[in-house]
């Protein structure tokens, strides 16, 4: 067995785009020995700015022998088909064939074997194959070649079972780029070239040249330099796991170093301070134990300074106060303006060309936030109103021209600073939200009216235009938009009915159709990350008249428990029995089989087990109701369990299709009565397995 080793040496790689192209890269070549029947025993991707990396152990020196069978013409064809079989496998005679009885006919089958190629034979259009399929979403072309990489490529390392492997990428314009055992350390640091004998080796050197090639093991390293620095400076690093993950992408032997920021740009709102020093200089932020915004930064070296970092702290921190320089300004200057003044620019944006400007928008949401409020316990409407009409203000202001990302959060700040009131200023900097599954969900009355009147009146007004989502298109955001409604809704435990709501926003029948079905795949989506079934929330949403989400996923969490157990289990079971049995024959007839059966037959000429089952379902139908209209559906689930034992005696029992017409029909009603009771809690032929 033997060991491959690949490593693609460029300019810098983009950090955003590093990640996938290590695993895209892994996946085509490994697909790639697959394919070429050769097994391997593991496989690692590693990327650093300047290189993707591929390890291969445990590869055969040999592909394996295959045996092919061909099969020729039939016995006793023409001399011509004979021939071109003959041609075709370079063969001399018909007799080196032998005859098979295939059951339509005698034909002629040869037997080839193969011989398998040696591996580093292979090995080389192979990986040049992969390396040419490789995607990247932005590519370029550079000096006089025509061949297409994120960035310019300087060389290829590739050994095999310890030798450098033959090999060559053309790059077209006349040049290529041989295979070799060479790469090159820090581009500063160590940038003289190192030769490798495998991946043990060419991990030790890269290291000692100042190059930590596991991703991995870079990120770990930073956020341990980073933490004790905080640390030491009786500080602690403010979390930021996006930051992290890109600052790795962009240094090969990270080194942490601790900046100030000038005390006079402290007065400037901490979610402005990090985001500038975040999106602009990928500086970490820091806090006191107290969790307040600290005047200082980390800061994370691609070099190992002589000096303690003192010169490349000196320039970082000259960069950082031009850059707060310009937001202590657009602070400043914004505040000069109330958000009320400039509401009429508004109406100058537009927000699509089909649903008007943000001026229409905030009419809008401001009518439905105000029904809300009057819907939400606590919230008040005239508050939910003024935060509806002042909350998109800020987007005409310099900060968030500057750092989009703050809308609503510099809302919550001008609005203070005009003297609105604290649930008003909440309620703007929470209306964006929740963004995503991982994102905070507002809890204050007043922003749960507004985030909800902001999102449905999003979903209402692109579903009424048509532009829904499509596949993996969703250019507005709808989907987050209806998991956000989703979030608000179920965890402040709101009763609410979306299609009045959605009526209430301008939907139309047909939109709130449309979207009841949406929100069913959404509230799919949410609850399967929760561990939920999908199809128990489908057997819910499909009784058509449940809206109100908290007490839907009540109904799925009780028909989750019902169907856990073995009374549950079994009685649906018998239900698809039931259920099968009444549908086949309702086709057969050309009728439908409804209402109650008739108790004075079953007593007259019917079994003990079916008027013991009419008797129960009586008696559940009662139940069922009481606990419906109390809620209580794990009890409406419950009563069910009482019908297992007479289901079974009634089909160990009784036959359904009986020669008496009138018999018959009467028991398909009593199944259909089975069918029809279980249904009122669920739709339980929407359930799996």
């Known amino acids: 067995m033997a060991d491959l080793l690949l490593e693609i040496f460029s300019e810098e790689i983009p950090a955003r785009m590093q990640a996938r192209a290590a695993e895209d890269l892994k996946r085509l070549v490994c697909d790639g020995l697959t394919a070429a029947g050769l097994e391997y025993e593991g496989a690692a991707a590693y990327v650093t700015p300047r290189r993707l990396a591929l390890s291969v152990e445990g590869l055969p020196l040999t592909q394996p022998d295959v045996t092919e069978e061909r099969r020729g013409p039939r016995v006793g064809s023409p001399e011509q088909a004979l021939a071109g079989f003959l041609k075709a496998n370079n063969l001399a005679s018909i007799d080196a064939c032998e005859q098979r009885d295939t059951g339509k006919g005698v034909f002629y089958f040869l037997t080839v074997e193969k011989r398998g190629a040696a591996t580093q034979d292979v090995l080389p259009e192979l990986l040049v194959e992969a390396i040419r399929k490789l995607p990247w979403p932005k590519s370029m072309i550079w000096g006089e070649s025509d061949f297409r990489w994120v960035r310019p490529m300087h060389s290829i390392l590739c050994l095999f079972n310890g030798q450098a492997l033959p090999g060559r990428l053309d790059l077209g314009g006349g040049r290529e780029i041989l295979f070799g055992d060479r790469t090159r350390g820090h581009r500063f640091l160590a940038p003289a070239e190192l030769a490798a004998d495998n991946a043990e080796d060419y991990k030790a050197k890269l290291k000692a040249a100042r190059v930590i090639l596991d991703p991995a093991e870079r990120r770990a390293a930073i956020l341990s330099q980073a933490e004790a620095l905080a640390s030491k400076a009786g500080l602690v690093l403010k979390p930021d796991e996006a930051l992290l993950d890109e600052v790795t992408g962009l240094v090969e032997w ?73 937001a202590k300004f657009f602070w ?66 310099g900060m968030v021209g500057e750092f989009p990302e703050l809308q609503g959060i510099m809302g919550r700040y001008y609005a203070r600073h005009d003297g609105e009131g604290e649930a008003v200023a909440e309620a703007i900097a929470d209306h964006y939200s929740p963004l995503g599954p991982s994102d905070r969900c507002p809890t204050a009355p007043n922003s749960v009216a507004l985030a909800l009147a ?38 402040n435990g709101l009763r609410l009915s979306l299609q009045e709501v959605f009526a209430k926003a301008g939907a139309k029948k047909e939109v709130v159709a449309d979207l009841m079905a949406f929100f069913a795949d959404r509230l799919k989506v949410a609850m399967r990350e929760q561990g939920v079934r999908h199809d ?18 009540k109904r ?56 013991e089952l009419h008797g129960t379902l009586g008696v559940i139908e009662v139940k069922i109701a009481d606990a419906l209209k109390a809620e209580d559906f794990a009890a409406a689930m419950a009563s069910l369990a009482s019908l297992r034992a007479p289901v079974d005696r009634f089909f160990e029992s009784v036959t359904v299709n009986a020669e008496d017409a009138e018999l018959r029909e009467n028991r398909l009603k009593l199944l259909a009565k089975i069918r029809d009771t279980m249904n009122q809690l669920a739709d339980f032929s929407k359930v799996e397995g």
Request: aromatic share 4%; proline share 4%.
């Open 254 to 326: 990270p080194v942490a170093l601790l900046g100030r920021i000038d005390e006079a740009f402290m007065d400037v709102p901490p979610e402005v301070l990090t985001t500038s020093m975040r999106s602009h200089q990928k500086y970490f932020a820091v806090e006191t134990k107290s969790g307040a915004l600290a005047p200082h930064f980390v800061v994370i070296s691609n070099m190992e300074p002589s000096d303690g970092g003192a010169v490349i702290i000196g320039g970082n921190e000259r960069v950082l106060r031009a850059r707060l320089s310009d």
């Open 332 to 397: 400043d200057q914004d505040r000069k303006q109330s958000l009320e003044s400039r509401l009429p620019a508004l109406a100058n944006i537009t927000f699509h060309a089909k649903l008007g400007t943000l001026a229409d928008k905030v009419g809008r949401v401001r009518a439905l936030a105000a029904h809300l409020a009057s819907l939400i316990p606590g919230a008040d409407a005239k508050m939910a109103d003024r935060a509806a009409q002042l909350a998109k203000a800020d987007l005409v202001t």
């Open 454 to 491: 902001d999102k449905l009146d999003t979903l209402v007004g692109f579903f009424a235009i048509d532009e829904k989502p499509t596949g993996s298109k969703d250019p507005y955001a709808l989907r987050r938009a209806a998991l956000g409604i989703i979030r608000l809704i179920v965890e």
């Open 536 to 553: 128990l929330v489908s057997a819910v949403f499909a009784l058509g008249n449940e809206d109100d989400l908290v007490r839907l996923l």
């Open 556 to 611: 799925v969490d009780a028909l989750a428990a019902f169907l856990s157990s073995e009374d549950g289990a079994n009685l649906l079971i018998a239900y698809r029995r039931a259920a099968n049995i009444v549908a086949i024959e309702e086709k057969k007839d050309s009728r439908t089989y409804e209402g109650r059966a008739d108790l004075k037959l079953i007593k007259a000429r019917g079994e003990v087990a079916e008027a």
